[in-house]
């Protein structure tokens, strides 16, 4: 038994040696059979030869910004038409109309009242020593005439008493328009009284007592001055001086 496993084992180590033997052979075998590798071809010499040189920091230059055309000069672009929207559909009814308000009337202005006097002064005035000529004129006169001069002396005294800055001196009831006298009645349209050398309106209404020639009303309305240009057209003068010439 000790002789056959001997000669088993010599078997196995020759077995291997001669396997690889074999394995040698057949790799030299691959390489020879396998083509040579060409060396690579050199590249074709053109005789030039670049450098690169680097560029100093102060030649560096940089670029000038570009500047945006001006507005004048810039070409208007022709205007693309743009769509126009879709009128939107009003989902309200359209509102009631609203009335046309009325002309606005300016209120006109209404004429001067007259002045009712509220006391009566020419029997004061008449009883006063200074008015002794005053009475002795009126004596001399009846009718008509004497209920105008009576107002007239009336109408001096209420000026005198509503206007203190004037200073009535004369007065002439037909100056601008005709009197008008009947009866106890007197109206006077046209008026014009003297104060301090300068005429004014003045339109008044007297009504006398028949029985005893006195005075029991009277009311008056004071107008504008009198441009002096008129005063020799309506006989009137600065002082009784100058009517006397």
Not at 9 to 34: E, K, P, T, V
Not at 138 to 160: I, T, W
């Amino acid at each position: 038994m000790e002789l056959a496993a001997g000669k088993w084992d010599d078997g196995i180590q020759r077995g291997a040696a001669a396997s690889f033997a074999l394995h040698a052979i057949a790799i030299l075998l691959l390489l020879l059979l396998l083509p040579k590798a060409e060396p690579p071809l050199p590249l074709p010499d053109d005789g030039l030869s670049v450098e690169i040189v680097p560029q100093a920091v102060e030649s560096l230059k940089m670029p000038e910004p570009v500047k945006a055309p001006l507005p004048e000069e810039a070409k208007p672009e022709a205007a693309k038409p743009e769509a126009q929207p879709a009128a939107p559909v009003a989902s309200n009814p359209p509102a009631a109309a609203m009335p046309s308000a009325a002309p606005i009337t300016l209120p006109v202005p209404k004429p001067a009242e007259f002045v009712e006097a509220r006391q009566l002064f020419s029997d004061k005035v008449l009883a006063d020593p200074r008015s002794r000529r005053a009475r002795e004129a009126l004596r001399g006169l009846a009718g008509s005439e004497r209920n105008l001069q009576l107002c007239d002396l009336e109408a001096l005294e209420q000026v005198r008493r509503a206007q203190p800055a004037m200073a009535p001196d004369a007065l002439a009831p037909y100056a601008m328009a005709a009197e008008k006298v009947s009866g106890n009645r007197v109206e006077v349209k046209g008026g014009a009284f003297r104060s301090k050398r300068k005429w004014y309106n003045i339109q008044f209404k007297c009504e006398l007592d028949a029985g005893s020639g006195k005075i029991v009303s009277f009311a008056f309305l004071v107008g504008d001055a009198i441009p002096q240009g008129e005063w020799q057209e309506h006989n009137l003068v600065a002082d009784d001086g100058a009517a006397d010439q």
